[in-house]
């Protein structure tokens, strides 16, 4: 039986390389892989991450309903994992997603949400942004 978790991690940083390289398809594929392996191992940290980055790229496809979709499946489980800091980037990623659709205030209600979650684990840049 092989390491499905090592197995998992590496097709989603994989996945990262070709979103850094623009290869938004590749990267999709290759987190697509990784999700259904995070979860028969329970890894709930990772398949909030990999949630997340999944939304990443469907946010810069510009097709923003999947982007929320993804976004509102990693925010229960950065809860649930108490990952404050990734809570706070999936917060941001949804208000963004808002924002760049018109929806201000929606917008507004996310980002406030985030901004003492990026205090509270001191990430000063992001409480910038």
Known sequence: MGDRGGEATTLH???????SLGEKQKALDY???ALPLRRAV??????????????????????KQQALDYYNQ???LRRAVGDRGGEATT????GSVYDSLGE???????YNQALPLRRAVG???????
């Open 13 to 19: 940083n994989i996945g990262s390389v070709y979103n």
């Open 31 to 33: 987190y697509n892989q």
């Open 42 to 63: 329970g890894d709930r940290e990772g398949q909030a991450i990999t949630l997340n980055n999944i939304g990443n790229v469907y946010n810069l496809l510009g097709e």
């Open 74 to 76: 990693a925010l229960p």
């Open 91 to 94: 917060l941001t990623n949804i």
């Open 104 to 110: 201000k205030q929606k917008a507004l209600d996310y």
């Open 123 to 129: 990430d000063r840049g992001g409480e910038a942004t």
